[in-house]
């Protein structure tokens, strides 16, 4: 299917019902290879036909579309029929051959995580085998987290296998990153937080290790009657920026993180006079109330 000259654009879409023969065959692949599923006998036609039939509309099925060709799927499926799990969604994802390790996993994923989102589940569980470690990579990249091990869980090719379970809540995540951790990044966590309660993930950060926040911020939020003298700055952790859905730097220049999505150029609070940190801290309050409101209209 996929050719080494193949157009690099790549594009994840619906599956149609045109495209249950390439779906068949990179499932087929993935039988074969002994990676990614306990299935050993390849699906028939009407197998995979069965399968779609079996999903609604709120378990979405999406490809991957290399040119012409369709190069990966993945599906939300029911992690179970009782009602007390109708917000937990099951994850397949398969890539084709000389497809995988191109991106094409990783398109995949954050688009049936963005389909999850928009159909109100509120995680996502998948069970990879143990010996699929390049998938497990990629789902840790993505932000999911090992729950454990089911020792020799199921037989294939007559041994007994290793089963990992991992899940990924679908809170979005904000990540506030400045290089101490002591001042606006506190003040944006602790305001959005404020707007969003618990439906939104928030989180600030530094990139150089601090003791403690910027006695000029404590004063100033104290005015404003938040207390924020018992924080403690934090550094950033790579799995977090993995995780992150938004990425806003303060408006310094951050080292060792990947990706800034949004800069709100703040100037620094530290060593400013009572009144220079009151106008900041009003700046970081009118930012996070905007995109609070942004991330309310993302969640409708």
Sequence with gaps: MYAANAPSSLRVRDARASDLAAIREIYNQGIVDRIATLDENPKSEADINEWLDQHGDRYAIVVAQRGEEVVGWASLDPYSHRCAYRDVADLSVYVERPARGTGVGTALLREIEARARRAQFHKIVLFALAQNDAGRRLYRKIGYRDVGVFKEQGRLDGRFVDVVAMEKLLKL???????????????AEVFLRLFVGD???????????????????????????????GARPKLIDPALVARADRIITMGCDVEGVPRVDDDWGLPDPKGQSPERVREIRDLVLAKARRLAEELGAQRT
């Design 173 to 187: 995540l904000v990540l506030f990153v400045c290089k101490h951790n002591t001042g606006r990044s506190q003040m």
């Design 199 to 229: 439906d939104v993930e928030v989180i600030s950060a530094g990139t150089i290790a601090a003791d403690r926040p910027d006695p000029g911020v404590v004063a100033a939020m104290a005015e404003v009657e938040i207390d924020v003298s």
